[in-house]
């Protein structure tokens, strides 16, 4: 059974406008949230996290919001770049993000068209 | 190095031979995972090491697998009579604190033939 899920293989966007990526999860342990970001034959690169204790996070052109209620999170790249092209990984843990592993989904590669 | 290492980068094996994975995590980094991907999947817990405490092995799909990390350092992962399914991206992973997220190396793609 996956704690972690993001429903959406791959999602395709115009450049300049607006990606959301969705990610559910079922463990209400979970206190802790990330975003990764994958290239091919690399590996994945940490882009933004968010504690269960907020509902937002903010880094220059990505947002990360936090719905606890519904167990879901969604990632906002805007405006969308062609080198976001990618595959991104939603990732849950608990302890506050203190110890343990991190749970991922399965992925979701956003293709960013010019 | 200022990264995650790993070696070797590509590994083609026959079915039923062993095979060693390495890792070279980032200096001070207290924590190392490893974690595997398959084809159109996820990335896979297998294994976690933190400091000097005993490792949550509670990812290792079966018995053939196992690791070992040694002097708080480097880090093999071993699978011994490899089958078709082993066949995966092996990632390794270190951090100092979750929180800064890990630092992944770039993989070790294994074909078991």
């Known amino acids: 059974d996956q704690q972690v899920k993001q429903n959406s293989p791959s999602l395709s966007v115009q450049e300049g406008r607006i990606s959301i990526l969705n990610c559910d999860y079922t463990n209400s342990m979970f206190d802790y949230f990330l975003w990764y970001k994958k290239y091919p034959a690399e590996g994945p690169t940490f882009l933004i996290s968010i504690s269960s204790i907020k509902d937002k996070n903010e880094d220059g052109r990505f947002t990360v919001f936090l719905n606890k209620s519904a167990k879901h999170l969604s990632l906002h790249i805007v405006p969308s770049q062609p080198g976001d092209s990618a595959v991104y990984f939603c990732?849950?843990?608990?302890?506050?993000?203190?110890?343990?592993?991190?749970?991922f989904g399965k992925g979701t590669k956003l293709s960013v068209k010019p | 190095g200022a990264g995650v290492s790993q070696s070797p980068s590509n590994k083609v094996t026959e079915k039923g031979k062993d095979v060693e994975l390495r890792c070279d995590p980032i200096?001070?980094?207290?924590?190392l995972y490893w974690y595997r991907q398959s084809l159109g999947q996820g990335l896979e817990f297998l294994i976690y090491?933190?400091?000097?405490?005993?490792?949550?092995k509670s990812g290792l799909p079966s018995d053939r697998f196992s690791a070992e990390r040694t002097g708080g350092s480097v880090s093999t992962l071993t699978i011994q009579r490899t089958q078709q399914e082993d066949s995966a991206v092996y990632l390794c992973?270190?951090?100092?604190?979750?929180?800064?997220?890990?630092?992944f190396g770039s993989g070790t793609r294994l074909t078991v033939v």
């Open positions: 992973a270190s951090s100092f604190g979750v929180k800064n997220g890990y630092t």
């Open positions: 990732a849950a843990m608990g302890y506050g993000g203190s110890q343990g592993n991190l749970i």
């Open positions: 090491f933190q400091g000097n405490s005993a490792p949550d």
């Open positions: 200096s001070g980094h207290t924590a």
